[in-house]
């Protein structure tokens, strides 16, 4: 291993981090609904992970790359003028900073190294705003690994910046017609492209959602997020932890991986903001911890919008990222337990958020943590009381969002 | 016992097996169809209950599906329908777990039963999973077939043939329902390495188009199962007849 060049490498996984139990459960939700053809591979890369984890070698490489490739640590931010504005102290967790923009490389490379370590030569990923499918082709450039991804047809024309950024990348990317063209039916078409495909392919699953390994794996690569947090907030504020910690929730793997770094400290309220869309009486929304029922998708039971009839419907979120009609089943058991709470904020309070935090920071966020600070900016001083400490993590950059925001605002597009 | 023991009967007597597929609410005259394909020399037949998110399905039968959606169709009301049937043959609900889950483990079982419905296969709910489900459906009667893929190892391949009913579904491909040009790889090694654990019957699956395809294919095992093929005939129009006519192809193939 090169030695780091900048600053000290960083620290995984710290502290011992719940396990699921069983096969992949998470109380009753998790586990691995999959065809017969994929489980040996489930069953290869949940060995693989677990070897790789309590590797020294492995944990070596992967803080190598997080430190000198992908940029970590990434800071905390005090927000002075947002703080006055809402009458809070906000920090923010800045993911945006990372390479390549998300907090999606976190995971992307820890996967790209146990793709090598199990010898297969292609990847293949789903993507909805981008983010995620512009980290995988990173990663398989890096590695010298070929790659395919999945991605709605309608994702394909509101995020055209992050297809273009794939394609120079050297990924195929290929638009999913499908159901509602969205990031559900890219999933589907992923999980039908490694039916076929797995002995050669790793299917590079980019949030906590999934069959077992991968809400649980997906969650220890993004752990890292919390994990620096919850010291670099401790640095801030005087050996204090902060009062509230908020993320948005598609999936959920930025919101998950913030929380495992806070999970054992009771005093600190964690909040998952899912999209709220057009608003939740209409329908057309992605929330699915506050309107979701119990269900089987993509691998794992956990929490769905869905008909009566048991028919998955369509999410609406014109944020990309979180226009899904699940979540991970951890989210689903924290839910349940009432560990974290989840709240939304629709279409319009996240361009409102996005705003905010522009005008107030010099900080343009994407649409989807957008929802967080949309969420804040509504119940500063109401839920979230006047002069508590609210750790926000931004998981990513606005550039994305740049074009379909102008267009929103303006009415005219962007040249 | 009943689909396990017709299908074990027909083979003994020197038959190789075929179950065509047809998708559940497809159409007002889809019972018809299944009627037709029972006349045809059908020895089961798979009724699709569409869900919208078919993952290991194909483009053919991913259409399909969503054309009886957009029919009405519902979970209940195909049941139900099938119920009507009267067919000597038995029949066998082909779906995912999460319309499943939804109605409750117990109670769609219950609906099978009351229907006259004999197995279940639900792809989704591989061997490790079954548990819930299968306790469910045990109770009622109901056979629940599972799949073997041709990525399960060996010591696994036993204990899926030991857990199956009715029938074990040998997939002979790497891949989703389709048709292809041409018999797979996987194929002889999946019947031979179902046959080498299990008496129970073994039928392969995916893929199979032509009536020579099932020929070649059920050398391998006790019989084949045709899905796309059909189905294909149906979206482009083809009703009862047309199913008459391609299910009886392949049965006159399979019996020279």
């Not at chain 1, 947002?82 to 976190?106: A, W």
């Not at chain 1, 939740?280 to 911890?289: E, I, M, P, W």
């Not at chain 2, 490790?128 to 629940?144: F, K, M, S």
């Not at chain 2, 084949?224 to 189905?231: E, F, M, N, R």
Request: net charge negative; hydrophobic share 40%.
């Amino acid at each position: 291993m090169t030695a780091p060049s900048r600053g000290t490498p960083v620290r995984l996984d710290p502290v011992d981090a719940p396990e699921p139990t069983g096969l992949g459960r998470f109380g009753e939700f998790g586990g691995r609904f999959v065809p017969e053809t994929l489980v040996p591979a489930l069953e290869e890369l949940e060995a693989e992970f677990r070897t790789a984890w309590s590797s020294d070698e492995f944990r070596a490489e992967l803080a190598d790359l997080l430190t000198n490739y992908a940029g970590r640590p990434t800071p905390v931010t005090e927000c002075h003028r947002l703080s006055e504005r809402l009458g809070l102290r906000v920090l923010l967790k800045r993911e945006d900073l990372t390479h390549t923009g998300s907090h999606k490389i976190n995971n992307v490379l820890g996967q790209a190294l146990l793709t090598r370590r199990m010898g297969k030569q292609r990847v293949i990923a789903e993507t909805g705003a981008g983010m995620h499918g512009v980290a995988t082709a990173t990663a398989a450039a890096l590695f010298g690994l070929d790659c395919l991804v999945f991605m709605g047809a309608v994702d394909v024309e509101r995020q055209a910046q992050n297809v273009f950024r794939m394609r120079l990348l050297g990924a195929e990317v290929v638009p999913v017609e499908s159901g509602s063209a969205t990031l559900k039916d890219a999933i589907n078409e992923a999980l039908r492209d490694w039916v076929a495909t797995v002995e050669t392919t790793h299917y590079c699953i980019g949030s906590v959602v999934g069959p077992h390994p991968y809400p649980w794996m997906v969650r220890q690569f993004q752990r890292i997020v919390g994990d620096e947090a919850r010291e670099q907030c401790r640095v801030r504020l005087d050996g204090a932890d902060p009062d509230y910690v908020l993320a948005c929730v598609g999936g959920g793997s930025n919101a998950i991986g913030t929380f495992a770094g806070f999970i054992d400290l009771p005093n600190v309220r964690l909040i998952g903001v899912e999209a709220g869309g057009l608003g939740l009486a209409t329908g057309k929304h992605g929330a699915s911890v506050s309107r979701g029922v119990p269900g089987v998708l993509h691998g794992a039971r956990s929490l769905f919008l869905q008909d009566e009839d048991g028919q998955i419907l369509e999410a609406h979120s014109m944020s990309a990222g979180l226009d899904y009609p699940g979540v991970g089943p951890e989210h689903a058991e924290l839910a349940a337990q009432g560990r974290a709470d989840y709240v939304y904020a629709t279409d319009d309070e996240a361009v409102a958020g996005l705003e905010l935090l522009s005008v107030t920071e010099g900080i343009v966020p994407a649409l989807e943590p957008a929802h967080a600070i949309g969420w804040l900016a509504r119940e500063a001083g109401r839920s979230v009381p006047a002069g508590t400490t609210v750790l926000v993590t931004l998981s990513g950059r606005g550039d994305k969002d740049a074009a379909q925001v102008a267009e929103r605002l303006t009415g005219e597009q962007l040249e | 016992m009943r689909l396990e023991s017709h299908l074990r009967a027909r083979r003994d007597e020197g038959h190789k097996l075929l179950v065509p597929y047809v998708t559940g609410g497809l159409g007002a005259g889809w019972l018809d169809v299944v009627r037709a394909v029972a006349d045809a020399g059908a020895d089961a037949i798979e009724i699709g209950i569409p869900f919208s998110d078919p993952v290991m399905d194909g483009r053919t039968i991913q259409e399909a599906s969503q054309r009886a959606l957009e029919l009405g169709a519902t979970p209940a009301k195909i049941v139900a329908e099938a119920g009507q049937l009267e067919v000597e043959v038995p029949l066998v609900v082909m779906t995912y777990c999460n319309p499943v889950l939804h109605a409750g483990y117990a109670r769609f079982a219950a609906e099978l039963n009351a229907a006259g419905i004999d197995g279940a296969i639900l792809p989704d709910l591989p061997l490790d999973e079954i548990g819930e489900w299968a306790e469910a459906a045990d109770a009622t009667g109901v056979e629940t077939v599972l799949l073997a893929a041709p990525t399960t190892p060996d010591d696994r391949l036993r204990a899926i043939c030991e857990r199956s009913r009715g029938f074990v579904y040998g997939v002979s491909l790497l891949g989703v329902t389709g048709e292809r040009d041409q018999v797979a790889h996987q194929a002889a090694e999946m019947g031979r390495r179902c046959k080498a654990v299990t008496d129970k019957p073994v039928l392969l699956g995916l893929g199979i188009s032509t009536p020579a395809q099932a020929v070649e294919v059920a050398g391998f095992a006790d019989g084949v199962i045709v899905g796309s093929a059909l189905v294909r005939r149906l979206l482009d129009g083809g009703g009862p007849e047309a199913a008459r006519e391609f299910v009886g192809s392949l049965r006159e193939a399979l019996d020279r």
